[in-house]
C-alpha cells in the first residue's frame, strides 16, 4: 500500500510550517549579513577611491532589503 496520496498528518503539516519558517529566516539573516557587507564595503571603497565626489549611502536596513553595492559606477574599484 503507498502512502504517497494519502493526506498529510498534523504532525506532517507543522514540520513542513516549521522547515518553511527556518527557510525565511536562513533567507532573511543571509540577507542582513549582505547587506552589512556590502554596506561596509561600500563605506571602505567609497573613502579609499572617490572621497572627493558626492555620494549619500544608504542606510543598512536598504543594503538589507537588497543586498547589492549601492556605490556610483565612476567609483568602483578597478579589479586587480
Do not use: I
Amino acid at each position: 500500500m503507498s502512502h504517497a496520496h494519502e493526506p498529510p498528518t498534523p504532525e506532517q503539516d507543522d514540520t513542513a510550517d516549521e522547515v518553511e519558517e527556518c527557510q525565511e529566516n536562513v533567507t532573511e539573516l543571509k540577507n542582513r549579513m549582505l547587506g552589512l557587507q556590502f554596506f561596509l564595503q561600500d563605506k571602505k571603497d567609497y573613502q579609499e577611491h572617490c572621497p572627493k565626489q558626492e555620494w549619500d549611502q544608504p542606510t543598512l536596513e536598504e543594503y538589507r532589503k537588497d543586498p547589492k553595492s549601492n556605490l556610483p559606477e565612476d567609483c568602483k574599484p578597478e579589479d586587480e
